[in-house]
């Protein structure tokens, strides 16, 4: 790879939210470094949130230390994106 080309790892976080809290949480993790959309949404999940790091670890970082240790989720389901 030549230099200045960065490399980026995204996944989309789906998570369940203690009742009635989904608003509040989306609201919180949209302003975690990293997370570049949170919405609050309807069906078997509560958020659906889309989340960028420089590498796997510091993506793994975000949501294992940042996401997951807001007050209201819990349970997240993590998917890497490939393509």
Do not use: W, Y
Not at 17 to 45: E, M, N
């Amino acid at each position: 790879m030549g230099r200045g080309v960065s490399i980026v790892v995204s996944a989309f976080v789906f998570l369940e939210c203690t009742a009635g809290r989904s608003k509040d949480v989306a609201k919180q993790i949209s302003s975690i470094p990293g997370v570049r959309l949170s919405h609050a949404v309807t069906g078997p999940h509560d958020i659906i949130a889309f989340v960028e790091g420089s590498d796997i670890n510091t993506l793994g970082i975000t949501i294992i230390s940042k996401i997951q240790a807001v007050s209201g989720v819990l349970h997240t389901t993590t998917n890497v994106v490939i393509e």
